[in-house]
């Protein structure tokens, strides 16, 4: 291309800079190859299409007769040539060509040329030989008008890439990035396993879902109690104030540290269902204020870690931090804890 | 392909042409871009006004066209329709000549067409301004300027089809979707011109209707121009049909309008419609991917041409801000967080990023492309611009309402563990408050935006580039996009029927289907009994009143089983809602919900809301409701009685 640019600039005076962006301007204005507008200018015939376009699935040899193409090498010759260096049909040698080419993605031609032994003009520059069908591209002179535009064929525009980018890899997949295809794969199947696992809107709980009343029909908590009240509040108050005065004794999940360990419901062990008011009262006192050497169902000996909660937290909060305990590490039914912990009176 | 290129070309190589862009439009083209033009004008003015409005409310009190109300749905209808609709129109209009290398078939038609579009159009905006808005958001328009518009809308498509009708088949990316865009255009207008539905099956046909506009039109449309620029635009060979962009291009057909039940999360309709309404919007990722990629491989190795070419400056910020649209929409749409931000101004953000945005950039690059801004360095000059404070502006009011929508859905999601928002008044002095500088930064990014389209309208119109040097005169250009390839190949037979048969397809889902479900269908037993208003009562010329005012711009009528509703009321069902036509729903709280205001203590009493609605700020001072002292006594007596019915 160099060359070209070089050559007109010599005739026509023309900076070879501004040649080379006219005709890039020129090009793009046309939709046309850079290297075709070049040719043109400098008079010369078009050298066959470069660089084909990454190749269709199916170069579809039987669906582009070769168009007549007075400069290049036709594909009929060179299938010719082709069938005649290596000694077969030329029916098999075109299939087999086309086979070759589109596991290779490269253009029949130049899988033909291969064969044939045969340099095309343009090989050099583009991996990709010429287009599936060369006709027009090759061929100024006038087309057959009578077949346009419907059965014609037209060459694919070829890329006016070489000239500023790496010419484009060759392979129609490496188009699109991989990436692509694994999104439509994921994005359905994630849209139909949505609909699957939630075809009637979120539970109440989730995603911000609140029930509804049947009497009065207002929002409210998922317990029935007006929002805000009722049992997730206690829940959650606990888990706050757990976090807050507990878990640095007896660890975020209650794995236990310093004080025992509650989680996989060592806390009903010592405080069974139906004991909550234990539970309450040994929070409350702490070992310092515990009357008894033994604490629980399972007389543990009274260690003297424990500090009391009475005079920081309140009732209503101690026993929230009960039920957190309850339900949260000892497993046990919320509604259970909760009436068990007196706290539905609580929330009235 | 045809051979003039070498007839024209080859002759003159001592004098390369000069680097324009393409020889210029047709008058018919360049008379579309400048009647669009002026509807954009007066669009983002007006759309500035409205900001302002919110901004410094009282600013205009009194004046019946600066009333909120009104005023956003006439800036809608002219940017919609006026500005996009036919700007777009002009464009296929172009386009479709050069890429199937024939004349534009049944030039009168297309001006007959254009008349009616405008007329349609500017009858429609004169019409809400006088009072006569249907009370459907994006369909206020009556329906005699529906009629003219969906008449202009077929001649459209008439001429659309004939011009490409002689190329039997192999048509490339672009002409799909332009072609398709004016059928789903015709048809997308007859759902919204038909007599609406009434109940809450409505409000599902809306929701249709808007997602469909924006999608089978606007978008498919707007890519086409876009595909169409694209190559031309960076020097890049076309964009090959493939297997890809056939996917693109039919999950862009079946997913788009599908995303309509996703306004109505929450909502009365039926669960399993919004359920389809979160996957078709979380598919919608898909068509868009593949239209971004094709963008992003067009335009590799040619990035550093961006900044020399205003025209590819809006072409990338359009495909840029396409790539944002279901990102942020997921965000409107999973329930979540649809639980948050809905009703917040999140999803008038995404609006702007789609029309101001996306499409609205396509065209100021098509226009630029076709009236040949490079030709003057003056006029590349003020289109440069015209992009940054295009840019700047939309800048400032996305990001400001996207944090005042999250702002306030948080706000008003706490508002019910603290008690706040039970008093409806105290949760919304609240978000009101809060929300004051949100606000004023986007009444000025829309100012900034609106005073752009001034320069755009000298860039791309003014005398200096007319005068410039004379543009070759080089016959109609046309660029074959089609190569060999077996699934690659769309056959125009299956365009066609593929396009509308998916159509009614999706229609039927999302339309039709709904109002079978038992939620809507037995919705006439739980009807609500106080919502009947028999005519010529008080409540009935109340509910007019509320109608041609436009309250349903600010206010929604809907309680839904969330947090931040908690106190708001019964939670709405479809049996509330059978007896109207249209409902007025809503989409946006600007101000509180109105569903069960007459049961609200504080604010029920016919005095407080008579005085309210005449002078919002003299009992609430950090109120933004527009003053309605411009109503007669009247109808301020009759809009009290209504609202206090509302139980």
């Not at chain 1, 991996?127 to 599936?132: D, M, Q, V």
């Not at chain 2, 008379?31 to 002026?38: D, K, R």
Request: with cysteine; net charge negative; aromatic share 8%.
């Amino acid at each position: 291309m160099e060359e070209l640019i070089q050559r007109i600039a010599a005739s026509t005076g023309v900076p070879a800079d501004m040649v080379d962006r006219s005709a890039q301007a020129r090009a793009q204005a046309l939709g046309v190859p850079v290297e075709q507008v070049l040719a043109q200018w400098a008079g010369e015939e078009v050298p066959t299409a470069q660089a084909a376009p990454p190749a269709a699935p199916a170069p579809a040899p039987a669906e582009a007769p070769p168009a007549p193409a007075p400069a290049a090498i036709s594909k009929d010759e060179l299938i010719a040539k082709a069938a005649e260096a290596k000694g077969m049909p030329a029916s098999l040698v075109e299939r087999s060509a086309g086979a070759r080419a589109k596991k290779e993605g490269i253009a029949v031609e130049a899988v033909l040329a291969e064969w044939a032994g045969i340099e095309l003009p343009a090989a050099g520059v583009a991996p990709a030989g010429p287009a599936p069908a060369p006709a027009e591209a090759a061929a100024p002179g006038p087309v057959a008008p009578t077949e346009a535009p419907v059965e014609v064929i037209e060459p694919a525009e070829a890329p006016a890439a070489e000239a500023e980018a790496p010419a484009p890899e060759p392979k129609k997949a490496s188009r699109y990035p991989a990436l692509l295809a694994a999104l439509f794969v994921i994005i359905p199947v994630f849209a139909v396993v949505y609909i699957a696992a939630v075809p009637n809107g979120p539970a109440c709980g989730s995603a911000g879902q609140l029930a509804i009343d049947p009497v009065t029909g207002e929002a409210v908590g998922c317990d029935g109690n007006p929002y805000g009240q009722g049992t997730v509040d206690n829940f959650t108050a606990g888990e706050m104030l757990f976090a807050e005065s507990c878990a640095i004794c007896h660890g975020n999940a209650g794995e236990g540290g310093v004080g025992p360990g509650m989680a996989g419901g060592a806390v009903l062990q010592t405080f069974p269902e139906g004991s909550c008011s234990s539970h309450v009262e040994w929070v409350t006192l702490g070992s310092a204020g515990w009357p008894d050497p033994t604490y629980g169902a399972t007389s543990k000996p009274v260690a003297g870690g424990m500090p009391p909660f009475g005079g920081q937290l309140t009732d209503q909060q101690i026993a929230q931090v009960v039920l957190y305990e309850r339900v949260a590490f000892g497993g046990e039914d919320l509604a259970t804890a909760e009436t068990d912990c007196g706290l539905v009176e609580a929330a009235g | 392909m045809t051979t003039d290129l070498a007839d024209n070309d080859v002759q003159e190589p001592a004098v390369p042409p000069s680097p324009v862009t393409d020889h210029g439009p047709s008058g018919l083209v360049r008379a579309h871009l400048v009647i669009a033009s002026v509807f954009l004008v007066v669009a983002t003015l007006l759309l500035a006004a409205a900001s302002i409005e919110l901004a410094v409310p009282g600013a205009y009190s009194g004046i019946v066209l600066f009333s909120y109300g009104r005023l956003v749905p006439i800036a809608t209808a002219a940017l919609l329709y006026g500005w996009l609709t036919i700007g777009l129109i002009g464009a296929i209009y172009y386009i479709l000549p050069r890429l199937t290398s024939g004349p534009l078939r049944h030039e009168g038609a297309a001006l007959v067409a254009l008349i009616l579009v405008t007329v349609g159009v500017a009858t429609g905006m004169a019409s809400i301004y006088l009072g006569a808005s249907e009370g459907r958001a994006y369909q206020e328009m009556p329906l005699w300027s529906d009629v003219l518009l969906l008449a202009g809308f077929v001649l459209v498509a008439w001429v659309a089809t004939a011009t490409v009708a002689h190329r039997r088949d192999r048509l490339g990316p672009a002409e799909w979707y332009l072609v398709a865009a004016t059928w789903w255009l015709v048809l997308i207008s007859v759902v919204g011109t038909l007599p609406g539905v009434g109940g809450y099956a409505g409000e599902i046909q809306s929701s249709f209707y808007r997602a469909g506009l924006t999608g089978l039109w606007f978008a498919a449309a707007g890519v086409g121009v876009v595909y169409y620029l694209i190559p031309r635009l960076a020097g890049a060979d076309p964009i090959q049909p493939s297997a890809v962009s056939v996917l693109g291009f039919w999950s862009l057909a079946f997913v788009w309008a599908a995303t309509g039940p996703r306004d109505l999360i929450y909502g009365a309709g039926p669960d399993w419609l919004e359920t389809l309404g979160v996957a078709a919007s979380i598919a919608l990722v898909v068509p868009v991917a593949v239209i971004v990629t094709d963008f992003v491989l067009e335009m590799r190795g040619r990035w550093l041409q961006i900044p020399d070419r205003v025209t590819l400056r809006f072409l990338v910020a359009g495909g840029a801000m396409l790539a944002i649209v279901p990102l942020a929409d997921i965000v409107a749409t999973t329930r979540t967080s649809s639980a948050i931000v809905q009703f917040t101004g999140w999803v008038a953000a995404n609006d702007a990023l789609m029309f101001l945005g996306a499409v609205s950039m396509w065209l100021f690059a098509f226009a630029y492309h076709v009236l040949g801004t490079g030709a003057s360095p003056a006029r590349e000059q003020v289109a440069t611009w015209h992009y940054r404070y295009t840019m700047v502006g939309l800048g400032l009011v996305l990001v400001s309402v996207w944090l005042g929508a999250a702002l306030a859905g948080f706000t008003w999601a706490s508002g019910a563990n603290s008690g706040l928002f039970v008093d409806t008044g105290a949760g919304f002095f609240n978000t009101a408050a809060r929300l004051k500088p949100y606000l004023g930064v986007a009444a000025i990014g829309m100012a900034v935006y609106a005073l752009a389209q001034g320069l755009f309208v000298v860039g791309a119109f003014s005398p200096v580039a007319r005068s410039g040097p004379e543009l070759p005169a080089v016959d109609a250009e046309p660029i074959d996009l089609e190569i060999e390839g077996g699934v690659a190949t769309v056959r125009w037979g299956q365009l066609r029927w593929g396009a509308v048969s998916l159509f009614l397809i999706v229609g039927t889902m999302m339309w039709f289907l709904p109002s079978l479900d038992p939620a809507i269908a037995s919705s006439t037993i739980l009807a609500d009994e106080s919502r009947i208003y028999p005519a010529g009562s008080a409540e009935a010329r109340g509910r007019a009143v509320y109608l041609r005012e436009g309250c349903a711009v600010c206010h929604t009528q809907e309680v839904r089983a969330v947090v931040p509703d908690v106190g708001l009321g019964p939670v709405s069902v479809a049996g509330d809602y059978v007896h109207e036509d249209p409902i007025q729903r809503g989409y946006r709280r600007l101000g509180p919900d109105l569903m069960h205001l007459g049961s609200r203590e504080g604010s029920n009493s016919y005095e407080f809301l008579f005085a309210h609605l005449a002078d919002p700020r003299v009992e609430r001072p950090w109120s933004f409701m527009p003053a309605y002292s411009y109503l007669s006594d009247a109808d301020l007596d009759a809009l009290a009685v209504y609202l206090t019915s509302l139980k």
